[in-house]
């Protein structure tokens, strides 16, 4: 049996937040190289994204970057577009880490990963749970708070939270 070696944390991190941080740097002390996969997600519940993906991208370096994640080496963050296996099997990754914080993440992450399976077998899904500080925090949330005005700093990244301030500002 072979060791997986390179790993992707795929999400659309709209924002990025505390929580996916953990997630990512979980994932890089399990696996020697970790890619954090920005999907494009135009269509993401119907009403695309706050943030371009260019602007997600670089939020996202920043925040692990302040976070001290990059530091560790071995994590690189970049943006994609199509299917999450084709991206894998591209950036030659033997397994996709996906953080769980309820049974609704469960039910839909193990969805994807029966699908990601069917079309790529020698894709591994690995499933991390959510540290019980961060359960309860999502980027819906996140940006819902933020636009009316309230503190995030408990949620996100010093980085982000200046981020979201500046967009909910200028909406």
């Given at each position: 049996m072979n060791h997986i070696q390179h790993v992707v944390v795929p999400g659309t991190f709209d924002p990025v937040t505390l929580g996916h941080v953990d997630v990512i740097g979980r994932a890089r002390h399990l696996f020697p190289q970790v890619t954090v996969a920005v999907a494009e997600s135009r269509t993401k519940r119907g009403v695309g994204t706050a943030f371009t993906l260019d602007e997600r991208v670089e939020m996202l370096?920043?925040?692990?970057?302040?976070?001290?994640?990059?530091?560790?080496?071995?994590?690189?963050?970049?943006?994609?577009?199509?299917?999450?296996?084709?991206?894998?099997?591209?950036?030659?990754?033997?397994?996709?880490?996906?953080?769980?914080?309820?049974?609704?993440?469960?039910?839909?992450?193990?969805?994807?990963?029966?699908?990601?399976?069917?079309?790529?077998?020698d894709i591994e899904s690995v499933f991390v749970m959510s540290n019980p500080g961060y359960g309860y925090v999502s980027s819906s949330i996140v940006r819902e708070l933020a636009s009316l005005g309230s503190d995030v700093d408990m949620l996100v990244p010093a980085c982000v939270a200046v981020r979201l301030k500046e967009h909910f500002a200028d909406a």
């Open positions: 370096r920043d925040a692990l970057e302040e976070q001290g994640i990059i530091r560790l080496g071995g994590v690189r963050v970049l943006p994609f577009t199509g299917l999450l296996v084709d991206f894998c099997r591209e950036q030659s990754a033997g397994g996709v880490v996906k953080g769980l914080r309820a049974m609704t993440d469960f039910e839909y992450e193990l969805q994807q990963a029966d699908l990601n399976a069917h079309l790529a077998p």
